[in-house]
């Protein structure tokens, strides 16, 4: 049991830190693709909920960038983006790097924009003489007065920012623009995140926003658990392989899943059908019906049990950050789920036997492909 668990942790472990492994090479390379493929976006309307080329807001806007410039998935919220973020002096900003705003009064980050550097950044703007994808200066009195930190989403490139000077110029350039038609750059700029209590985005527009916002992913597990027959012990239930789909144009993205989990202990095959919430940094909220087949004995035991269709299955899982291999990302999953068993007659298990039996932990790996990175 004691190895098992270790293995688990070092799987652990190994996908978190994989995921943030970047050279300094390659760190600027990937803070230069964010810069490149921000501009694109300068004169986009700003749309409350957006993440399309016909709108966005302002997390909508870099998560938008950040997904298809580098493959790499942030949460979709400013305040979200400020936790994700790692939070650095003032004087370590260094182009692509987050720059963050408290723009509503409070404590709340409210706003959230990409540095370009030179004191400039890019952001979708909701008010002021200028809206929707700007450049914007940090220099501006607004901006100066709301801004709150700078946070890194990706290691230094190790540069100065002379050397970004594509993106200098281009800043430059914006900044003037922005200047010319009327001062600050927004005069009560907020994210939807502030309004907007269920977190829920708006739809593309176009005809392909469904499809964008599309995620599929697959998981395969080992299946085990500690506890049967009065004992403490170490059970390997078997394993589990799951299909899944989403809508991630919400901050809190819902899905449908189906999943065949062999459980050798208690001789059953399962089929659960689940319905989910995917949530901020890697967690996943599910609850389904269940189908079984084959005849159900409570692990370690000859004693019979009866699976329950519904209520089925309740649970959560969590997956590390990504290692993008391709077009797909991996990630280490760890899942706990509890299955209802009851009595052949009806009547309830026993707490430990419930336990026992439906209680189940899976640990696997899962591999995701937004449909965006086929389009």
């Known amino acids: 049991m004691r190895a098992f668990a270790v293995c688990a942790f070092l799987a652990w472990c190994a996908s978190c830190s994989s995921a943030q492994e970047y050279s300094q090479a390659e760190a600027r390379e990937a803070r230069r693709k964010i810069i490149d493929y921000s501009k694109q976006y300068v004169g986009v309307p700003y749309k409350w909920g957006g993440t399309g080329p016909d709108g966005m807001d302002c997390s909508g806007f870099i998560y938008t960038v950040v997904r298809n410039a580098i493959d790499m998935q942030l949460p979709r919220t400013a305040a979200q983006m400020y936790a994700y973020a790692r939070i650095i002096p003032d004087g370590s900003r260094e182009p692509g790097d987050l720059v963050f705003f408290k723009t509503t009064g409070g404590s709340h980050i409210s706003h959230a924009g990409i540095y370009l550097g030179s004191d400039q950044f890019i952001h979708s703007a909701s008010d002021g003489p200028q809206t929707g994808v700007i450049i914007s200066s940090l220099k501006e009195s607004y901006w100066q007065r709301t801004y709150a930190a700078s946070g890194q989403i990706l290691p230094s490139g190790g540069e100065p920012e002379s050397l970004y000077a594509a993106a200098s110029a281009a800043a430059d350039g914006g900044s003037r623009e922005a200047e010319h038609s ?59 392989f799951e299909l899944h789909a989403a809508y991630t144009g919400w901050q809190i993205a819902p899905g449908f899943g189906i999943a065949c989990r062999y459980d050798h202990m208690m001789g059953i095959v399962q089929l659960p059908l689940v319905f989910s919430l995917s949530l901020p940094h890697g967690f996943r909220a599910y609850i389904g019906p269940v189908f079984t087949f084959g005849d159900a004995v409570q692990p370690r035991t000859d004693s019979p049990a009866a699976a329950s269709i519904f209520p089925g299955i309740i649970g959560v899982s969590w997956q590390s950050p990504a290692v993008t291999v391709g077009k797909v990302s991996v990630s280490f999953m760890q899942d706990i789920g509890y299955t209802v068993f009851n009595k052949p007659d009806g009547s309830a298990l026993s707490v430990s036997e419930s336990l026992c039996s439906g209680l189940v932990f899976s640990t696997g790996v899962r591999v995701s492909l937004p449909l965006s990175r086929l389009l």
């Not at 708006?202 to 080992?222: M, P, R, T």
């Not at 299946?223 to 394993?239: M, S, T």
């Open 182 to 240: 009327g001062g600050t750059a927004a005069a009560a700029v907020q994210d939807m995140d502030t309004h907007n209590a269920d977190g829920a985005r708006g739809s593309d527009a176009q005809s392909g926003g469904f499809l964008h916002n599309l995620a599929f992913d697959a998981s395969l597990g080992l299946d085990w658990n500690i506890g049967a027959a009065g004992q403490f012990v170490l059970n390997i239930r078997g394993v589990s």
